[in-house]
Each structure stands twice: as C-alpha cells, then as structure tokens.
C-alpha cells in the first residue's frame, strides 16, 4: 500500500462550483499534514496545512479525520486560477515527507 | 523572505555525460537538504536528505555513485547525474528547511523551482 494515496481526478468543474477530494494516508502515527499546489512543471508551493481541527482559508477548506487515516481538501467557488494539481503531503517524521501522486483539478470557463 | 534558488531550469545532454544542478538558499542558512524527482504524471519521490557538512541518506533504490549529492554549506547544495542516460530524464527539484525562516522545522519546506533533464 502507498504512503499516500490519492484520487488523480481530473475533476472538470465549472466555474463557481464547489470540488471537493481526500487523500488517505498509512501511517497513524503521521503528525503533520499539508495541501501544496503544483503548476505544470513548477515547484509545489504550499497551500495549507491541515489541523486536527480543521481550519479554512477563504474559499478553501481542510479537514483531518484521523480515525479514518484521511485528509480533504474542498474549494468553493471555483475560478479559473485554481486549476491545478494538489497533492496531499504527509509527514512521517520530523524529516520525512510523504507525497500523493496529486489530484488534478480543471475549472472551466 | 526565504527563497531557494535552482539552476538550471532545463538541461538537454547526451547519454553518457554527467550533469550537475545546484540549489542556493537565499537569506536563510538550508541546514537540511531533499531531493527530489517526479516522473510526468506521478508524485516527488525522494532521493536523498543531505544535512550540511554530512554524507547524504539515499532512499531505498536510489545509487548514491550515479546520483552524487554534495552539500558543503548551508547555503549550497548540489546534485550530480553521472553518466546520464535516457531512463534519468525526469524533473528533479530541491527543498530545503533550516535556520532563520521564522518557522519551525517540519512546518514548511522551500523549494527550488525544478530542472527538468532530457537526456538524448
């Protein structure tokens, strides 16, 4: 089984629609997790990290479900610049950092 | 802000040859190392951590004489793909983490902006 596991998509939503997807991850014992974005052939920058309360950030929302080894990420009103790929990344260890395969998101006009 | 600054951006060689990509911190001191390299359509896989002054930690699989790493100061770090061949095509990324980024060490990683190696 992979460390980190994610759907690929693509998810093809329209403009101003919600998406929404998990990432599931191994080991229980992961202490840290974060959404990066990635542009086509460009650095992941970082997007937000997940808590285990979960927390928001304008129109993207993370939640952490430990019991269940699963991370989410949901985008609201979806624009055109958030077409991208995101990957799930968890940390192992204080070293260590896991990534998913990324899931791809298409926003259409 | 801290930013890690890699080059090149894009390289095309001939099988056999080696090639070497750097990444630079800048305003920060990378005391930690990773190297990465994503094949289209998958995620980073890591090669190895380096941590300044110390041999690199090669993942499982990785050669440590074909991908020598050298990381001699915290403001430097170097990958080296010897004798390159067409298989070695990927996009290869750095990331560092370390002193003076205001943030605790496993909260974010700054990463260089990629080569992608096309090996003919």
């Known amino acids: 089984r992979k460390e980190v596991e994610q759907d690929p998509g693509p998810f093809n939503v329209p403009e101003g629609a919600t998406v929404a997807f998990n990432c599931t991850y191994s080991n229980s014992a992961s202490q840290s997790f974060f959404w990066y974005r990635q542009d086509c052939r460009k650095e992941p920058k970082l997007l937000m990290s997940?808590?285990?309360s979960g927390n928001e950030d304008g129109r993207f929302t993370a939640q952490l479900n430990r019991a269940s080894q699963y991370i989410s990420l949901l985008i609201r009103d979806s624009k055109l610049s958030d077409s991208a790929t995101y990957l799930c990344?968890?940390?192992?260890?204080?070293?260590?950092?896991?990534f998913g395969a990324g899931t791809t998101v298409t926003v259409r006009a | 802000g801290a930013v890690v600054s890699q080059h090149p951006s894009r390289v095309i060689c001939k099988s056999g040859t080696s090639v070497k990509i750097e990444c630079r911190s800048l305003d920060f001191q990378a005391t930690t190392m990773f190297w990465y390299r994503q094949f289209p359509k998958q995620s980073l896989m890591l090669m190895a951590t380096?941590?300044?002054?110390?041999?690199?930690?090669?993942e499982q699989g990785v050669e440590k004489d074909k991908f020598l790493i050298n990381h001699a100061s915290l403001t430097l770090s170097t990958l080296t793909v010897t004798s390159a061949h067409p298989e070695d095509s990927s996009f290869y990324i750095c990331?560092?983490?370390?002193?003076?980024?205001?943030?605790?060490?496993?909260?974010?990683?700054?990463f260089g902006s990629g080569t992608q190696l096309s090996v003919l």
């Open positions: 990331s560092a983490r370390g002193l003076g980024t205001g943030l605790p060490t496993n909260e974010k990683l700054f």
């Open positions: 380096s941590n300044e002054g110390s041999k690199a930690t090669y």
């Open positions: 990344v968890v940390n192992m260890d204080d070293y260590k950092l896991s």
């Open positions: 997940v808590y285990s």
